[in-house]
Every structure is written in C-alpha cells, then in structure tokens.
C-alpha cells in the first residue's frame, strides 16, 4: 500500500513538474511568436490564450466567407449607437467633408487623411457578415479602402506589432495585431450596398474586421496608432473590451 | 415507500425481510480512476457551459434559420424569457443586466477544459477496454426480448437487477455512446460554425449546417438535449440509490450485498 502510494506520488510529482515547466516553455514560445492576447491576465487567461493563439496557427490568412449579392440583408440592421456628440453632428451637417482620420505611432509619414483623400485610393468591397456577440447577424456590402493600404501609404516601421484605431466616441477604441491589419478584408470601410455607410452602420467611416465579432468593427473612426506595445493604452488590456469585461480577440 | 428508502440502503437494496437470508457486504471496484477524473471534470465544465450559454442566450433571446437573423426579420422562434438587452421586444418591462463578457471568457475556457478531457477519455477507453467492456452493447442485450425486458423495467422503474448494477443495461451503454458521440462532437462543430475567424479557414463548418444562424440554433437544441441527459441521469442515480452511486463514482468502489437466499422473495416485497 505505501509503496503503492509512494510510487503513485512520484509519478504525479514528475508528471506535475513536467506539466508546469511545459507550460512555461510554451508561455515563452507564445509570447515568441506573437500568440498570447494583452488581456492574457487573470481567471480566463489560459481560454483566451488557448482561443487566440490556436486560431491564429490555424487560420492564419483566410478569407472571410464573402455571400452572392442575393444573400445580401434586405434591411442592414443598424445596432444601437453611442450618444452622438456635438461636434458629431456639426461633423455630419457639413457633409462629413471635414472629417478625418490621422494614422501615428510607428509609422515613416505621420498622416491625417480626409474621407476624399480615402475614397481616391482604389476600393475594394466585400459581401461579408456581421456577427454580434449578442447572437444576431446581417450580411452587407462594404466599400473602402484596404487598411493595408493606408499602412502602406504611411509606411509602417518593422518593429509594429499592432494597430490601436480610436471612434469619435472617446469610450470605443479597439486594437488588432498586423496579421489582421494587413489582412486584405480589413477595410476603412466608407460605403454600404452601393451607397455612402449610414451613419447607423457606422457611417462616415467604420473599421471593417469580418473575421471578428462586430465590436471589433469600430464606428466613426477617426484616429489609428500604430505601437509595439498595447500596455501604454488606457489600462494596459489592449482595447476598451476587456476593460468592460469582453475579450480583446473576437474571432469566437 | 421502499423507493425513498434506497437513499440510505446500499445497492442492489435486496434487504432480506426473511430470516434465512444472510446478507454480506463488500466494496468492490466500480469506476477507474480516469472514468472517475474525467468524469467529475465534464461535470464541472457542463454546468459552467451551461450558466453561461444561458446568460449569452438571454442577450437575444430570438433564434432563426439560415445565415442570418435579428430583430428585422423574421425568427423561427422567440423564447419567453427576458433580455438582457433592450434590442428584443419580450413584453417584460425590464432588462436583465448584461453578463455577456464574463459569461464568454468562462464558456471558452470551459470548452476548452471539456475538449481536452473529452480527448483524455476518448483515448483512453479506446486503449484500456473501457468502450468494449462497458458501452458496446453486448450481442446478446441486442435481441429482442432482452431489447424489450431492459425497456419494460426501466419504464416500470424496476431496480436494477444484481448482474444489472454491476454493469450498463442496453439502454444506459446507449445513451452514454450517443453523448459521447453524437451530442457532444455536435455542440463543439455547431459551436466552432459560429466562429468567423474558424469558418473563414473552414467554412463547410458552417454551410454543413445551414449557416451560421442554423449553426446556433442547432447549439441550442443540443445544448437542450445534453441537459436533459444529465437531468435522466441524475433521476437515476437518485432510483438506483445516491450514496453508493456517489460513492461508486468518488471512490471507485461500490458496496455490494450479497445475498444467499430469499433474494427473489426480497426483491418482489420491496417493489410492492
């Protein structure tokens, strides 16, 4: 019996310090590759590590599925928005030909770009699905720009690593790594079924991230940075989810 | 009622009433360690799964068909319950609190946590005897008099007979495959059809399933019929008596009595 128990404890104490150093040696790899999320902290920080990093190794590049223009909504639903502000509405009498976005951070050309300066560079579009985390979904037609491109067009330094891009709305701002900001889906997104975006939609200028839940698509943008580092924003979890208690990777 | 009784009496409760029987008890070994492990694990992650669909459920409380669906058009069905958002008209006059963001993180981690012990078990049955031994059916319970003799007593509430509480009945090796089988790799691929980022790498995922609204909708009703499993079993356990099932299931060991004579006699007294 004790030799039994004394056995079975050495096999668990190994088993265990095994365990333990693996997990470190993976934390380290993790981190390596760009695999762990900035609201790695805390009780579900092992889920979302495992979340993030498991879909990053799996679906790297993949395109978002894109729908026939049959199966675009009849009505896009326009979710409840923040409270507009004034300079909003003063934005948005005037034709939102003041708007702007300025692109910083670790970027060659610091930029501030107008919606007509956006609309110059070639557009793409793209029938995709917006999904809630709260479980309803459309499908739209989104026109803009690729991301990509503006990065490139600002020229994007070698040690970035994410890209933070900030609403009009001071309490929504979100952030993404360069696999999705480069990615070819990412959109500056400026117009919806053949139309200018309704500012319901997000319009004069939304984030467009179909391979993320649609927080993550932020409306009214009107600031990008681009950093190495997401712990210098607000309080250090990479985006204004997790301070409310959401994830910062919506890809689930 | 001899039934509430077999809460206290150990299994199979043939308490001899007749003076000639002679009754001894034994604790014998049930359940493996891994069974065991597994087993306690799965439960946890069920009721952290089910907590926080719930609470995810109550944001939209409106299910469809197809790829997509919200408030606009048209759902296949609405449950009666309240929200936790204002979006859904539930003629309730208030609006439940939001615990989506909590309730997400648990519901991944918990997944996840069930995926690896589900994998752990999986293996391991296939590898120590446990699917051959206890959960395929045996040829002989698969004919039709055994079929009908097992359904007949389980309808009838009958206690498991002494050879029946050492092992699965036809009906128990069926559902426990079907769980393992079929509901649980279904609530995990109607689960992952609703992940964009998954779908955009694997996107027969979701159109297997009708599309991502159909994807959740499915979620829900396998969610549903897991529930009601674990709502059947916990029944059983409670009729095929809780504290040695428990301690069974805890342990590993199993008290058994075993009775030398005035068995029959016992066994048809009780269920009077």
Redesign the interface.
Known sequence: MTDLSRRKLIIGGLAATAGVAGLGVATRIAQKYGLVPPDHGG??G???T??YAS?RL???H????E?SRS?I???P?P??MPPLTDAFKRLQAAGFTDWRVTVDGMVDHRSSFSLAQLKSYPYRSQIT?L?????????AEWIGVPLSHVLDVVGVQPQARYVVYFSIDPDWWESIDMADAMHPQTFLAYGMNGSDLPVGNGGPLRLRL????GYKSVKFITHLTVTDNLKKFGAGLGSAAPE????WYA?? | MARMESAHVPLPACVPTSASAVATTTATPRHSTLVRVTHWITTLCFFALLISGFE??I??P?FYWG???????QPLFQLPIPSS???VQTGYGYVLPDQ???S???H??????AVFTGLLYVIAMAFSGHLRKDLLPHKADLSWRSCSTTIANHLRFARPSEEEAWSYNLLQRLSYLFVIFVLFPLVIWSGLA????????F?LT?TLLGG??SA?TIHFFVSLFLLLFVLVHVVMIFLAGFRNRMRAMITGRAITTQTITGESAAYKEERI
Not at chain 1, 131 to 139: P, R
Not at chain 2, 67 to 73: A, F, M, P, R
Not at chain 2, 108 to 113: R, T
């Open positions: 009780l579900y092992v889920g979302e495992l979340t879909q799996l679906i790297r993949s395109l978002a599925r729908f199966q909504s009849k009505r639903f979710n409840e699905q999904a809630c985390e709260e479980g309803w979904s459309y499908i179909p391979r993320q839940l409310g208690g959401y994830a890809g689930i | 995810i459920v944001s939209h409106r790829e997509t669906g919200n408030v606009l058009t958002r204002n979006l989506n963001g909590w997400r993180y648990l991944f981690q918990a997944a996840w946590v609703m992940s964009l980022a998954f779908v955009s790498a996107p979701v991502e609204q959740r």
